[in-house]
């Protein structure tokens, strides 16, 4: 007796043939059996790749790290600046040290 199930891919089956004719199928089934066999394969490299033993001898590569850049605060730097030119920061505040910096590099550009 044929059951529900049977009806069913009878049915999809004559869906199929109408909708794209008999000389498609053979093209959809190739095409289905090619997508079948790459997740197939696919599925095989994962399996193998998780279950292959990891290889501890391996020599790892070392790369080369360049030290991180000291960051400075403004005040640091406004310092570093001012003693580069030779602008004398004892008792000055920021303000005074920063208009002392600026006339100085207005002198150097008109010399």
Known sequence: MIDGWTWIIVGIVAIVIIMWGPAKIPEFAKALGRAKGEFSKAQKEFTDAATAPVNTTTTATVYETKPAPVIKSKDEMLLETAQKLGIPTDG????????DISVKVKSLGAA
């Open 92 to 99: 000055k505040t920021r303000e005074q040290i920063s208009e």
